[in-house]
């Protein structure tokens, strides 16, 4: 009902986005009447976990 597609939440998710609320807060998804709200859970399961951008490991910064 609020229009965000599984290819926004999945964006969320690259960012850092590992919860159905969170996603709900960022985009409005599950935050009326929540039928939704199982559909967002599974899009973030079958989504890597990534790290928080602070957290990410650049190759360019290691020590040799």
Do not use: F, M, N, Y
């Not at 998710?13 to 929540?34: K, L, P, Y």
């Not at 199982?38 to 973030?44: C, E, F, Q, V």
């Amino acid at each position: 009902c609020k229009g965000v597609t599984d290819r926004q939440i999945k964006d969320l998710a690259s960012q850092g986005v590992r919860c159905v609320t969170e996603v709900g807060r960022c985009s409005g998804a599950g935050t009326r009447c929540g039928s939704c709200r199982s559909t967002i859970s599974k899009i973030l399961e079958s989504e890597p976990a990534s790290a928080p951008p602070a957290q990410r490991h650049d190759a360019s910064q290691s020590a040799a």
